[in-house]
């Protein structure tokens, strides 16, 4: 994959961005852990398990200097009209430092380079809908407790309007 540098007001974020691997297995796990039970419930992380032992599915880990500090990927519908983001992730020692922003910006490149008229929808709680608004989803249905008791699920589309 390689090395991707990011500009954030005043600074520079570099990052090493690579395809998901088994080996990245306990690290992605320990990120998961990190963000329960405020992001995810713990039920859901045999969800993930079960994701990570999947033979086909587009993930990537990314890296600070040599630490595993975010992950996240993207599925295709069978007719490859729809795309959605899958299992984004920052482990929280580092929320808040752009790691998210470049994960979400890498994987829409990823998707709109390969898939340019294609739909991009997530789903996310309301913790975190507000910072997928920054980058033009909108929201097209909440469900309360729709991940379970106190973490409601926001169902997001990408605005095609916007060009980011």
Request: contains cysteine; glycine residues 8%; aromatic residues 18%.
């Amino acid at each position: 994959m390689g090395f991707f540098v990011y500009k954030m007001v005043g600074r520079f974020l570099y990052m090493r961005i690579e395809p998901y691997q088994q080996k990245h297995f306990e690290s992605c796990m320990e990120i998961i852990q990190s963000n329960t039970p405020k992001y995810i419930l713990p039920f859901e992380h045999l969800d993930f398990k079960n994701y990570l032992l999947r033979e086909n599915k587009t993930y990537f880990v990314f890296f600070k200097d040599n630490n595993l500090v975010a992950c996240g990927g993207y599925g295709l519908n069978k007719t490859k009209t729809k795309a959605g983001l899958s299992w984004g992730l920052v482990h929280k020692r580092y929320h808040n430092q752009g790691y998210g922003s470049h994960s979400i910006k890498y994987r829409l490149h990823q998707i709109k380079s390969d898939y340019p008229e294609i739909e991009i929808h997530l789903d996310t709680s309301q913790y975190t809908y507000q910072f997928f608004e920054k980058f033009g989803f909108i929201i097209k249905q909440i469900t309360k407790n729709g991940y379970g008791e106190g973490l409601d699920k926001y169902d997001m589309i990408l605005n095609k309007d916007l060009n980011l």
